[in-house]
């Protein structure tokens, strides 16, 4: 009989519950005690909605981050989060966000340095290493849950990170090998794996996403000598792999001394023949056969195609599962209410993708005509999908193909629109700006629930948001800031927005993800091709200027950005939606200009985030990926300065390609690295101006202006100080007023010092 199991499930519940809870603990309005309650109560819930599946995941619940979790099962904190003072909980979100000087404790703590997830947009804390590095087990947390399990008749799959992984996830903050540390860690593992099978645990999931990545010949021996190490374990250990095919390692996992593998195999579909040959007879294989990552319903009949002579293979070897962790996706589409038939039809979200899974497994137990209804079913809206005139407009791909190569191409290099741009809009050394978004406060939100329910006229919304532009101008003209944004008070989010005035997108009531800690996005979906029916940002933008005269930017979503932050449409290549989406946004950007706007930000966060873990991948996809950039940002006159924002990435392998995008200043997150990150700019002569960010916005610690100052001279050992910018690492949406203004306060006055220092 197929096994069925699950490597992950969403840990925000269905209406974001473990965002109010975290939220509310961290205002201090409930104690330790109640959060630790609610996680119980999110726990139960989520073994509850898979109650279907032979073996449930059980520790990959988080209230953080699971990386972080797996940090402190091993006894790995950061010294600065203090080993001593208070309880692990609040060491961990010591860690996690950092702590305030200005607290009735008195000790800024700097929060752990965060980073994507592989190629998605989940961001986790980054384990630090040193030369004196130790580890300690600390299983309390994982056997609770264990234990948690069993009471609710819950058979456990107990989900850690592996150790090569885990160590290659991290930063090395010294000189350290980081595989040097690999003896002093493989007895905690053991250790932990003891205490697991001490609970009655057969099974235990062990992750090692590395192994879908280039690894070199020390990587590929530390998973020989980790599992060796680890086969003495009464365990049965089972190694999954996701978001990517083995390749050259796929003979190294298929041999490692383990009782199972996992292969996601929607991202490597052609792999599954040579790992049923490979596969000694005694190992168990592990299919993920549904995406884990997308919200598409699966093609069941060609699922089964292919899928039932692997099965007449393997008999009870074979195990199904999601491709990968369903933290990534929604968890339940019949919440919807409001979405459209058909869409909504198209859609499976975590509960019905292992709906799907069930239908798949009883198919291959018990032969397709016990699940004949279900089959008709899946094929009836999958042949619809396929043949809708909604998802399919042949006037939008003529127009992308008329393009011709010009639309890529500024009308003169930087050297020289550079002095158009001085002369067009004049600036002090170092100037100073913000990434975009200013404080979405509970007063704005109201407002814009309200005019969504129509309890507000539009002229009433109008006037209100207008309002809190007009504040948000204000203060930025109070701190003195040089170039001011509008705030963004109109968005309820940047991709989100955006995909709500596009035809092609539809967008989900319930469908949060995870992004890190407390904060969900709601991804739009992308369902068919392209266009913009209007202006989307030009009358917002043209009334914040008129309040200034200072310049202030228009804000604009860049198109991979787009692409990369939605459930994108599977029917077609991503590079063809990008060229989509870049035409929609050049529509904007030139609307922008011609509204007298001398400064456009063009925000690609998620540039990286879509770069293929195999570099042998990554030349096409930034090729594309820098097209569509261009082709949305290189319409306009050479006076018009072209801004460009990018999240936590980390650049040293891809500054050609930041290069060639050609934006006149870049603004990038650099300030948990403390300026690392632009070590990239070290052997790269990088020619356009630049904003490392001067101050950490995903924690509450307020900014000493000593350190910013700090900061931006190391900066300048990399970039010239002319073409330096000062900035926040990213938009101030989370924040809230009373932390912005001391913060802004001071980046300005670091701003102030570093000019007088150059005059």
């Known amino acids: 009989m197929v096994i069925t199991h699950s490597l992950g499930f969403p840990r925000i519940g269905t209406r974001r519950e473990l965002k109010h809870a975290l939220e509310t603990y961290w205002q201090g309005s409930i104690p330790e005690e109640q959060l630790e309650r609610e996680g119980e109560a999110l726990r139960r819930k989520n073994w509850g909605l898979q109650d279907g599946l032979d073996l449930a995941p059980v520790g990959d619940f988080s209230f953080y981050d699971h990386v972080l979790d797996m940090s402190v099962t091993l006894g790995h904190f950061p010294d600065r989060a203090g080993l001593a003072e208070g309880s692990i909980t609040d060491r961990y979100f010591r860690v996690a966000r950092g702590r305030s000087g200005n607290d009735d404790r008195g000790c800024e703590i700097h929060a752990g340095e965060m980073t994507k997830w ?15 590095t130790g580890f300690s087990l600390n299983p309390e947390r994982l056997v609770a849950q264990i234990r948690e399990a069993r009471k609710q008749g819950v058979a456990p799959k107990p989900v850690i990170i592996g150790p090569v992984t885990y160590l290659w996830l991290g930063k090395s903050k010294d000189d350290t090998d980081k595989l040097s540390l690999l003896d002093r860690l493989l007895p905690v593992y053991a250790e932990l794996l003891d205490r697991i099978t001490a609970e009655g645990v057969e099974w235990v999931q062990i992750d090692e996403p590395a192994l879908v990545t280039d690894l070199d010949a020390d990587w590929r021996h530390a998973f020989n000598v980790a599992y060796h190490s680890l086969k003495t374990s009464q365990a049965k250990l089972l190694v999954t792999t996701y978001f990517g095919d083995l390749r050259e390692n796929l003979q190294l996992a298929c041999e490692l001394p383990v009782s199972g593998l996992h292969l996601d195999a929607i991202s490597a579909p052609e792999e599954v023949a040579r790992i049923v040959d490979w596969l000694t007879p005694l190992k168990v294989l592990s299919l993920g056969i549904v995406d884990g990552r997308n919200i598409w319903r699966t093609d069941l009949g060609r699922t089964l195609d292919w899928l039932e002579p692997v099965h007449d293979r393997l008999g009870d ?13 929604p968890v339940d589409v019949d919440l919807e209410q409001k979405l459209d038939a058909d869409i909504k039809g198209w859609l499976a979200f975590a509960v019905q993708k292992l709906d799907e899974l069930s239908v798949l497994a009883r198919a291959l137990n018990s032969g397709r005509t016990a699940v004949n209804d279900k089959l008709t079913e899946n094929a009836r809206v999958i042949q619809s999908r396929q043949v809708s005139s909604r998802v399919h407009n042949p006037a939008i791909a003529r127009a992308v193909d008329s393009l011709g190569s010009h639309a890529g191409h500024r009308r003169s290099p930087h050297s020289e629109r550079v002095h158009a741009q001085r ?3 004049v600036l002090p050394a170092f100037p100073t700006t ?38 948000c101008v204000d203060q930025q003209e109070e701190l003195g800031l040089d170039v001011l944004v509008h705030g963004e008070a109109e968005r309820n989010d940047m991709v989100e927005y955006f995909g709500e005035q596009l035809d092609g997108y539809a967008f ?9 800690g407390s904060r969900c996005v709601k991804p739009p979906i992308l369902y068919g091709d392209i266009s913009r029916p209007k202006a989307m940002t030009v009358e917002w933008i043209r009334y914040a200027q008129s309040l200034t005269g200072k310049p202030l930017k228009g804000m604009l979503t860049g198109p991979v950005t787009m692409l990369n932050w939605s459930f994108v449409r599977d029917d077609q290549p991503r590079k063809d939606t990008a060229q989509q989406l870049a035409l929609a946004i050049r529509g904007e950007v030139l609307d922008l200009e011609k509204a007298g706007v001398k400064i456009i930000q063009i925000d690609e966060a998620a540039l990286r985030e879509g770069l293929p873990l195999r570099r042998s991948d990554r030349a096409d996809y930034l090729d594309w990926a820098v097209h569509a950039f261009r082709v949305a940002a290189n319409g306009v006159r050479d006076e018009t300065q072209i801004h460009t924002h990018m999240c936590y990435s980390e650049f040293n392998d891809i500054i050609d390609s930041i290069a060639r995008m050609d934006a006149d200043v870049i603004t990038i997150e650099t300030s948990r690295s403390h300026m690392e990150l632009l070590d990239a700019f070290r052997g790269f002569e990088y020619p356009n101006d630049i904003g490392p960010g001067v101050y950490d916005i995903h924690s509450p610690n307020i900014p000493d202006k000593q350190d910013m100052v700090g900061l931006i001279r190391k900066a300048a050992e990399r970039i010239p100080s002319g073409r330096l910018w000062v900035n926040p690492d990213c938009g101030l949406k989370t924040r809230k007023w009373e932390e912005v203004v001391p913060a802004l306060r001071a980046m300005v006055q670091a701003a102030g010092e570093l000019r007088q220092a150059a005059q």
């Open 423 to 425: 002369r067009h809009t």
């Open 508 to 516: 989900s009531q319930f469908g949060w993800v995870q992004s890190y």
């Open 317 to 329: 070897r074979l195990w199904l599962a999601p491709s990968c962790s369903l933290l990534h996706v």
């Open 434 to 471: 913000t990434i975009g978004s200013f404080p979405q406060t509970t007063d704005i939100r109201l407002a814009r629930q309200q005019f969504r329910k129509g309890e507000l006229t539009d002229t009433a919304y109008v006037a209100r948001i207008r309002e809190e532009i007009a504040y």
């Open 118 to 132: 592989f190629d998605t947009n989940y961001h986790y804390i980054v384990p630090e290493f040193h030369s004196e």
